[in-house]
């Protein structure tokens, strides 16, 4: 997260040329400019040879077997477990709840907490979130009777505090909001969010799926009751994430999914639910894609990150000053440094963010254009969608120097 | 790209015999089609309004320029020849359609198909209507 109020770390530390070379994909595409990170991240070595291993030598199913194999599968699986609780601060390793992704476990959420909610109940949003943290709680909405709230925005895109106390009422019962924006890059203001669901005891939930990447966290620090994320958007595989909750809160979840694994004991007519953090993980895990992604965190946690952040503070300056010099250009988002993430939308007057996308996929450059899982958003700002350049550690200056090259070379064959 | 800005057939028809509205749910893309036939089943008038890329303007030009006059049953060929030079690069083969021969390029590109498809399977289906 960049924030310019912050002592500026030492960029020297950092030498993104060398952490490039970790990466296979730039070997495997060397012209590659890699800037759809908020999308997905590339695997550095150490994941891919993290989940080679496990399957060449740790490959079975876990808690069951009491064959050597099978131990050390469980045993994998579980220091994964005790690696991303490390990641996330937890207090204990049963308060991490492995899914298929963000989407997963906002879902494995929504659907607990049905149980529990009655016609009347509030949840309340934004108008910024990811139709991950939308749709689930939509449907919920639908099956239950519940009323969806939800907080506006200021004119740049980021969360509009000043009618929170209007919006969180008695019968709210969670606020559930991203932690920083996939299109915008904003990061959201968590003090009064947090001060204002907990005053009528209503839970907080982060959509951290862009925030991830960006280094270990402390959801105790936080203050906040649930943070979801996904590895592949954190330098980990694809098909595994989690939901994160506060153990109290966890506990009173009821299961809302069936299966094996996840149950004490089991008659024809009933069926008691075993502890945490089996009785939210039916079925076979994604054990491998927890190996890698706990290998991800592991990584992560060794790198100097206060000078990862410095350097993707000056990349991301050097692309909001370069698109601000360019006629026609308008940023969507705050179009400064303070609390943000180092990822850019824009709108290209009179060009289709697909065009200019495809420009920039001729010249070897990876980026995102279109809604980005956000319609009440573009909505917001009128857009039928916007172009997102998303930068991680191991993007260059002349990565973003090509993007702004290519979009002057755009406009002159687009408009 | 000089496809695209000729917009050819953009606008609204007065009365429509039918009309159709298909988004692409990817990216957010949007086609009006609105098309009159007559009882000899050939398509007399036809309109579009596009909110969308350069490629999906493209298709939707070509149809204005190249569906009126024909037999619905030449224009349900024209898609399926479209999808198959798309999917399969394979050239138009019907004489009515040599001219979506300009889409080739995008054979191979498949993110991008939807974008090409989508004016003509809103066409189709309000052909369907």
Same mark, same amino acid.
């Given at each position: 997260?960049?924030?310019?109020?912050?002592?500026?770390?030492?960029?020297?530390?950092?030498?993104?040329?060398?952490?490039?070379?970790?990466?296979?994909?730039?070997?495997?595409?060397?012209?590659?400019?890699?800037?759809?990170?908020?999308?997905?991240?590339?695997?550095?070595?150490?994941?891919?040879?993290?989940?080679?291993?496990?399957?060449?030598?740790?490959?079975?199913?876990?808690?069951?077997?009491?064959?050597?194999?099978?131990?050390?599968?469980?045993?994998?699986?579980?220091?994964?477990?005790?690696?991303?609780?490390?990641?996330?601060?937890?207090?204990?390793?049963?308060?991490?709840?492995?899914?298929?992704?963000?989407?997963?476990?906002?879902?494995?959420?929504?659907?607990?907490?049905?149980?529990?909610?009655?016609?009347?109940?509030?949840?309340?949003?934004?108008?910024?979130?990811?139709?991950?943290?939308?749709?689930?709680?939509?449907?919920?909405?639908?099956?239950?009777?519940?009323?969806?709230?939800?907080?506006?925005?200021?004119?740049?895109?980021?969360?509009?505090?000043?009618?929170?106390?209007?919006?969180?009422?008695?019968?709210?019962?969670?606020?559930?909001?991203?932690?920083?924006?996939?299109?915008?890059?904003?990061?959201?203001?968590?003090?009064?969010?947090?001060?204002?669901?907990?005053?009528?005891?209503?839970?907080?939930?982060?959509?951290?799926?862009?925030?991830?990447?960006?280094?270990?966290?402390?959801?105790?620090?936080?203050?906040?009751?649930?943070?979801?994320?996904?590895?592949?958007?954190?330098?980990?595989?694809?098909?595994?994430?989690? #939901?994160? +909750?506060?153990? &109290? %809160?966890?506990?009173? @979840?009821?299961?809302?999914?069936?299966?094996?694994?996840? !149950? $004490?004991?089991?008659?024809?007519?009933?069926?008691?639910?075993?502890?945490?953090?089996?009785?939210?993980?039916?079925?076979?895990?994604?054990?491998?894609?927890?190996?890698?992604?706990?290998?991800?965190?592991?990584?992560?946690?060794?790198?100097?990150?206060?000078?990862?952040?410095?350097?993707?503070?000056?990349?991301?300056?050097?692309?909001?000053?370069?698109?601000?010099?360019?006629?026609?250009?308008? #940023?969507? +988002?705050?179009? &400064? %440094?303070?609390?943000? @993430?180092?990822?850019?939308?824009?709108?290209?007057?009179? !060009? $289709?963010?697909?065009?200019?996308?495809?420009?920039?996929?001729?010249?070897?450059?990876?980026?995102?254009?279109?809604?980005?899982?956000?319609?009440?958003?573009?909505?917001?700002?009128?857009?039928?969608?916007?172009?997102?350049?998303?930068?991680?550690?191991?993007?260059?200056?002349?990565?973003?120097?090509?993007?702004?090259?290519?979009?002057?070379?755009?406009?002159?064959?687009?408009? | 790209?000089?496809?695209?800005?000729?917009?050819?057939?953009?606008?609204?028809?007065?009365?429509?015999?039918?009309?159709?509205?298909?988004?692409?749910?990817?990216?957010?893309?949007?086609?009006?089609?609105?098309?009159?036939?007559?009882?000899?089943?050939?398509?007399?008038?036809?309109?579009?309004?596009?909110?969308?890329?350069?490629?999906?303007?493209?298709?939707?030009?070509?149809?204005?320029?190249?569906?009126?006059?024909?037999?619905?049953?030449?224009?349900?060929?024209?898609?399926?020849?479209?999808?198959?030079?798309?999917?399969?690069?394979?050239?138009?083969?019907?004489?009515?359609?040599?001219?979506?021969?300009?889409?080739?390029?995008?054979?191979?590109?498949?993110?991008?198909?939807?974008?090409?498809?989508?004016?003509?399977?809103?066409?189709?289906?309000?052909?369907?209507?």
């Amino acid at each position: 997260m960049i924030d310019m109020q912050m002592t500026k770390p030492d960029a020297t530390a950092f030498n993104p040329a060398e952490v490039k070379k970790q990466f296979p994909i730039f070997s495997s595409h060397p012209q590659l400019r890699y800037l759809d990170n908020a999308a997905t991240t590339q695997c550095p070595m150490t994941v891919i040879q993290a989940v080679d291993q496990h399957e060449h030598q740790s490959r079975a199913n876990i808690s069951r077997g009491i064959y050597p194999l099978a131990e050390m599968a469980t045993e994998a699986y579980d220091r994964a477990r005790n690696t991303l609780a490390r990641y996330l601060g937890a207090q204990d390793a049963s308060e991490i709840i492995f899914t298929s992704g963000t989407t997963g476990a906002i879902n494995l959420l929504a659907n607990a907490y049905a149980a529990d909610l009655k016609e009347g109940d509030e949840i309340l949003l934004s108008l910024a979130e990811h139709h991950s943290n939308l749709l689930p709680w939509q449907i919920l909405s639908r099956r239950t009777g519940i009323k969806l709230r939800f907080l506006p925005l200021t004119a740049d895109g980021r969360i509009d505090m000043r009618s929170l106390n209007k919006q969180v009422t008695e019968r709210c019962r969670l606020v559930a909001v991203t932690h920083a924006s996939n299109v915008t890059g904003a990061v959201t203001e968590l003090g009064p969010l947090i001060d204002a669901a907990h005053s009528v005891n209503a839970a907080v939930l982060l959509d951290g799926a862009q925030m991830a990447q960006h280094g270990p966290l402390d959801v105790n620090a936080l203050g906040v009751d649930f943070y979801a994320l996904s590895g592949h958007k954190m330098f980990g595989p694809t098909g595994i994430g989690l #939901l994160w +909750g506060r153990q &109290d %809160l966890l506990k009173k @979840l009821t299961p809302p999914f069936g299966g094996g694994g996840m !149950v $004490h004991r089991v008659t024809i007519d009933s069926f008691e639910p075993a502890d945490l953090p089996a009785r939210l993980e039916p079925g076979t895990p994604p054990i491998t894609q927890a190996v890698g992604l706990a290998a991800a965190a592991a990584w992560l946690m060794d790198l100097n990150l206060n000078a990862v952040e410095s350097h993707l503070n000056h990349l991301t300056g050097r692309l909001l000053d370069g698109l601000n010099s360019i006629p026609g250009i308008k #940023l969507i +988002g705050p179009d &400064d %440094l303070y609390q943000r @993430l180092s990822l850019i939308s824009l709108d290209l007057a009179k !060009v $289709h963010p697909h065009d200019l996308s495809q420009i920039f996929a001729d010249r070897g450059i990876a980026v995102r254009g279109g809604h980005h899982c956000a319609e009440p958003l573009m909505k917001f700002f009128g857009l039928m969608g916007t172009t997102r350049a998303s930068l991680a550690l191991y993007n260059d200056e002349t990565d973003i120097d090509a993007l702004l090259l290519a979009i002057e070379e755009a406009q002159r064959i687009l408009i | 790209m000089a496809l695209a800005r000729d917009a050819t057939g953009s606008g609204q028809l007065q009365h429509p015999r039918a009309r159709v509205q298909l988004d692409n749910p990817l990216c957010g893309d949007r086609v009006i089609i609105e098309v009159t036939w007559n009882d000899s089943g050939i398509l007399t008038e036809l309109a579009h309004e596009v909110q969308g890329c350069a490629l999906c303007r493209a298709t939707a030009s070509l149809i204005g320029r190249d569906t009126p006059g024909k037999q619905l049953t030449e224009i349900a060929i024209a898609q399926t020849e479209l999808e198959r030079l798309l999917k399969e690069g394979e050239e138009p083969t019907h004489h009515h359609w040599q001219g979506l021969s300009v889409f080739k390029p995008v054979h191979g590109h498949k993110s991008r198909y939807e974008c090409v498809l989508l004016p003509f399977k809103a066409l189709t289906q309000a052909l369907e209507v």
